[in-house]
């Protein structure tokens, strides 16, 4: 059985790892600086700020995302 390390992929796998972190950053970042100007409008149904509503339907999209582009970009290695 092969260790993590002895795969083949594992510098591939290593690459998409730090775009999806990259990318977990800079959502946040962006979100964290928009946010003091987004709260001053709220949601009519759920009333809450819109600085903390979208954050977190962002941060479900992405993962959603992000999960499926992983599973994909490895699925090959397995076989």
């Given at each position: 059985?092969?260790?993590?390390?002895?795969?083949?992929?594992w510098s591939r796998f290593k690459k998409l790892i730090v775009v999806?972190?990259?990318?977990?950053?800079?959502?946040?970042?962006?979100?964290?600086?928009?946010?003091?100007?987004?709260?001053?409008?709220?949601?009519?149904?759920?009333?809450?700020?819109?600085?903390?509503?979208?954050?977190?339907?962002?941060?479900?999209?992405?993962?959603?995302?992000?999960?499926?582009?992983f599973v994909r970009a490895t699925?090959?290695?397995?076989?």
């Open positions: 059985m092969l260790t993590i390390y002895q795969w083949n992929q999806l972190f990259g990318a977990w950053l800079g959502l946040f970042f962006v979100t964290h600086t928009f946010m003091k100007s987004l709260n001053k409008i709220v949601v009519p149904v759920l009333d809450l700020p819109l600085g903390s509503y979208i954050p977190g339907q962002a941060a479900m999209i992405v993962f959603a995302v992000t999960l499926f582009w699925r090959g290695a397995h076989r």
